[in-house]
């Protein structure tokens, strides 16, 4: 799978810094591991260079972490499920599929992010809900739909 150019990462990281669209550096995070040394040095702090690691396999790890974002909107994970959007979103860029970033863009939040999380799978091509049994994948199906988990209610934290 192709991914963004160094210099393209560099200057989104920098545009994300300007811009205060990453405020706990969650996407920022996914970007600076797609660079090589050379460019990290751009972006990273000089007393830190040690805390960079460069991730070579950018669609294992999206494949992975959409595992874990699914994991996180099942829970009723608020925060992490935020993050997990944030993530997803930025490699979706990052492996240069601006239909799916404008897919995810399109679709609203709701129900902990799993319209925008169902977006990024279906983009591409990747199981939303074949890992899962019964009663998470009916929840997760439902959620991604922006209803409630359970058609009778939710005691975890769903709202309609």
Not at 67 to 89: P, W
Not at 120 to 140: I, T, V, Y
Request: with cysteine; glycine share 8%; net charge negative.
């Amino acid at each position: 799978m192709t991914i963004r150019t160094q210099e393209e990462i560099v200057t989104r990281v920098w545009a994300l810094r300007a811009n205060r669209g990453d405020i706990f550096g969650f996407r920022e995070e996914v970007l600076v591991e797609a660079l090589d040394l050379d460019h990290a040095r751009q972006v990273l702090t000089p007393r830190h260079p040690e805390a960079w690691t460069q991730r070579v396999d950018h669609e294992t790890y999206a494949r992975d972490y959409l595992q874990f974002a699914i994991g996180k909107i099942i829970d009723h994970r608020g925060n992490s499920a935020s993050r997990s959007v944030d993530k997803l979103g930025e490699l979706t860029w990052l492996l240069v599929r601006d239909d799916i970033v404008a897919e995810m863009d399109h679709v609203s939040y709701p129900m902990y992010g799993a319209p925008k999380v169902k977006a990024f799978a279906d983009g591409f091509g990747w199981p939303f809900l074949d890992d899962l049994d019964g009663d998470d994948r009916l929840a997760l199906a439902r959620m991604a739909e922006g209803q409630q988990c359970h058609p009778q209610g939710c005691e975890r934290g769903c709202a309609d």
